[in-house]
């Protein structure tokens, strides 16, 4: 009796969930799950190549020692954050991984900045190789949060329509906080990662 149950409802639950919107509502979880993913992957990978860079301008950036040590401490602050997809529900977390990461982006532009008063260094070959896979880091970064951006919005507005919001409410899915979209402006912008052919690597004019 309880089988024959079971085979009758089964496909009246499926048509319900169908019908209101239930798989359309994991499929768009999921998807902001994946965006955010390679959000943490391009991080990850950005996190690995400070070091590399660090000491790649230790030996020319004797007197910057103030600049360096923030950008190690920076470095070493998100590496301390242990943050995965399912933590996107988790608000202090999120906020504290969004702030470290800016404090490291801060402490990049500054090293940065600094590196403009060394040709020597800017001659070197391992710092503009560390450059342009830093560059490369950082338009990937801008490119998936801008994925993940979207993705949030189309979560968004798809579980407060009707009827699907009640469904929603059921299972347990809410607004999720898209922790991008105040600085999406910023994050879509080229970022600020150049460097300049040394004079005394340029071509004589004539």
């Known amino acids: 009796m309880k089988r024959r149950f079971l085979q009758l409802f089964a496909p ?9 919107g239930y798989n359309e509502i994991q499929q768009l979880d999921e998807q902001v799950k994946a965006t955010w993913s390679q959000v943490l992957n ?14 790649s301008v230790n030996a020319y950036m004797v007197n910057e020692r103030t600049v360096l040590t923030e950008v190690t401490e920076a470095r070493a ?8 997809v399912d933590d996107l529900d988790n608000p202090e977390l999120m ?23 060394y040709p020597q260094l800017k001659a070197d070959g391992l710092f503009r190789d560390l450059m342009t896979q830093l560059e490369g880091t950082e338009n990937r970064i801008a ?29 347990g899915y809410s607004v ?31």
């Open 12 to 20: 009246l639950l499926a048509l319900f969930l169908t019908g209101c």
């Open 42 to 55: 391009q991080y990850e990978r950005r996190a690995e190549l400070v070091p590399k860079l660090v000491n």
């Open 77 to 84: 602050k998100v590496g301390s954050i242990q943050i995965s």
């Open 95 to 117: 906020q504290r991984f969004e702030q470290a990461q800016s404090q490291l982006s801060s402490a990049l532009s500054r090293l940065l900045a600094v590196s403009e008063n």
């Open 143 to 171: 490119t998936e949060r801008g994925r993940y951006v979207e993705a949030i919005r189309a979560y968004n507005v798809f579980i407060r329509q009707f009827p699907t919001l009640i469904t929603a409410k059921i299972f």
């Open 176 to 206: 999720k906080e898209n922790y991008g979209v105040s600085r999406q402006e910023e994050i879509m912008r080229d970022p600020e990662v150049r460097f300049d052919v040394p004079s005394s690597a340029a071509q004589p004019a004539g």
